[in-house]
């Protein structure tokens, strides 16, 4: 593919508000996690939560769209200058030539918990102002930021479980590509409910310390909430600009609706697609950021597919101590871990991982270091083998 330019990007996660709170705790190896208690859920778990959505209001005229998941797109916005660049690129092109691509999972199923402890006690019927359409819904992420922005191009939803929000970088880039766009906003956001913590416990996957990706006694994942918006927009590389997407890989495994393949299959396949997109070769990436959710069977996977493609010498790390792992805005979340540390010379370390599992392979990182990175190639990987990787480069290295 051709490179994609990166114009902007912003993000809120459990680690604060804005990039520059994600780009402090990456450069000190600090993680967001905390043992805080969500709503009325009563686990012994972990989580990432992003401050003062409680309290974020919609802009007047948007407040039908109120949820916690438009919240949290709503304090992304507010952010980095992102909506300003959205502006700008919107009056270059036309708002009819900018898209809005956006992974998520749950969406707003924590607006329905609330309307159905609500409902009426003779017939069950929900409250009159629970509005399924603008909250709920899958795409009212994507229809909150479209209308927020005035934008009139495609918008498109994408929940592919935790592959979300990097497959939305995948469709943008086949739309730009294909000449039906200039721009496209694309990321990620999904935010805490429920259904998510009761869900995932059900499965025995919470832990009940913060996740330690990669590490011998790892024993789950710790759930995270995010917003994760970048805009892409068409270039060339002569412009001036510091990050750019440079390749896509995709793959479906379909091994188990909610393991990973035991070898890795489909993340390698993924992996290796996303080189060749790129135009390169697996000893051209400087860096990996893992999906490395912190579950024995998750890693041990993706260790093979990582040792399969680069061998044992690329650094690798997972950054899912720092924000928990935040499903359909995770692939979103770790492009930007990416583009922070290309942009800062940094591989990103593991708060949390002590010692590593001696039976897995892969170069990890520990502790984040000054580096030379001009590649960095991201993985996300989702229930029933939904995979995507992505690669990210800079105009010239990081010194």
């Known amino acids: 593919m051709q490179p994609i330019r990166i114009s ?15 780009r402090t705790a ?11 208690r969500f709503e009325t859920c009563d686990l012994d778990t972990w989580i990432g939560i992003i401050p003062g959505l409680d309290e974020q209001a919609l802009p007047a005229g948007l407040e039908g769209f109120d949820c916690r998941n438009n919240r949290a797109a709503e304090a992304a916005l507010l952010e980095d200058g992102f909506a300003r660049a959205v502006e700008a690129v919107s009056r270059r092109h036309g708002p009819q030539r900018v898209g809005v691509f956006l992974g998520t999972s749950t969406a707003g199923i924590l607006q329905a918990e609330l309307a159905y402890r609500r409902r009426d006690p003779a017939d069950g019927a929900l409250p009159a102002d629970f509005d399924y359409r603008r909250t709920q819904n899958t795409f009212s992420v994507v229809d909150y930021v479209r209308t927020r922005l005035s934008l009139e191009g495609p918008a498109v939803a ?31 956001v999904d935010t805490l409910c429920l259904t998510t913590l009761y869900g995932f416990n059900s499965l025995q996957l919470l832990s009940a310390q913060p996740c330690r990706p990669y590490d011998a006694g790892r024993d789950g994942i710790s759930i995270g909430e995010a917003a994760a918006l970048v805009l892409l927009e068409r270039g060339s590389r002569d412009d001036e600009a510091s990050t750019w997407l440079l390749g896509c890989g995709e793959s479906c495994d379909a091994y188990h609706m909610s393991a990973p393949h035991p070898e890795g299959a489909g993340a390698r396949l993924a992996m290796q697609a996303a080189l060749r997109s790129a135009g390169l070769e697996a000893g051209a990436i400087d860096y990996v950021n893992l999906h490395g959710t912190g579950t024995p069977s998750n890693d041990a996977a993706e260790d093979k597919a990582i040792e399969a493609v680069f061998g044992r010498e690329v650094p690798c790390s997972s950054t899912k101590g720092m924000t928990g792992h935040t499903l359909g805005a995770a692939g979103g979340i770790e492009a930007i871990v990416c583009m922070l540390a290309l942009d800062a010379g940094l591989v990103p370390g593991s708060p949390g991982t002590r010692e590593i599992d001696a039976t897995l392979n892969a170069r990890y990182e520990l502790e984040p270091r000054r580096a030379k990175l001009a590649t960095a190639l991201s993985n996300s990987f ?9 690669v990210f480069g800079r105009s010239s290295p990081a010194a």
């Open 8 to 22: 902007a990007f912003t993000a809120a996660s459990g680690l604060g508000r804005g990039v520059a709170s994600l």
């Open 158 to 188: 994408i929940s592919t479980a935790c592959s979300s929000s990097a497959k939305a970088f995948a469709s943008a880039a086949r739309y730009i590509e294909a000449g039906l766009i200039d721009a496209a906003i694309v990321g990620g």
């Open 26 to 36: 990456l450069e000190r190896g600090e993680s967001g996690l905390t043992s805080e």
């Open 382 to 390: 989702g229930f029933g083998g939904t995979n995507c990787s992505l």
